[in-house]
């Protein structure tokens, strides 16, 4: 079983940064892919990137070049600094863990914790 606390959001001002924490806290088997989501109000969810179990990084999306993914796998946390913010990335930002266990794969859902840009 895989428990998730994310931290980070808040008020920013536009041009701002932010960094978001997601800890994953695992009972059994393996964190694999940590990855960042975010959703905008009245808008689909958007996935924001990638940080493997290898170390790298992967990104999607018109984030690239402002945010960056980060992950300490000594504490199974995850990071995301975000950068030269502006009211559009207002949204609840969310990271989602992968672990396996024997056969058995499964996606964990954090809450989500909520990042607000002032123009």
């Known amino acids: 079983q895989v428990q998730l606390v994310e931290s980070g959001g808040g008020l920013v001002q536009a041009g701002g940064s932010l960094r978001l924490s997601c800890v994953a806290s695992?009972?059994?088997?393996?964190?694999?892919?940590m990855t960042w989501y975010r959703q905008a109000p009245g808008q689909q969810r958007e996935l924001i990137g990638t940080?493997?179990?290898?170390?790298?990084?992967v990104y999607f999306g018109s984030v690239r070049g402002r945010f960056g993914i980060s992950r300490d796998s000594t504490r199974n946390t995850a990071y995301l600094q975000m950068n030269r913010l502006n009211p559009d990335d207002t949204a609840v930002y969310s990271c989602?863990?992968?672990?396996?266990?024997?056969?058995?794969?499964?996606?964990?859902w954090g809450e989500g914790t909520q990042v607000t840009v002032s123009s």
């Open positions: 940080a493997t179990r290898s170390g790298s990084t």
């Open positions: 989602k863990v992968d672990s396996i266990l024997g056969d058995d794969e499964r996606s964990t």
């Open positions: 695992i009972s059994l088997g393996a964190i694999h892919d």
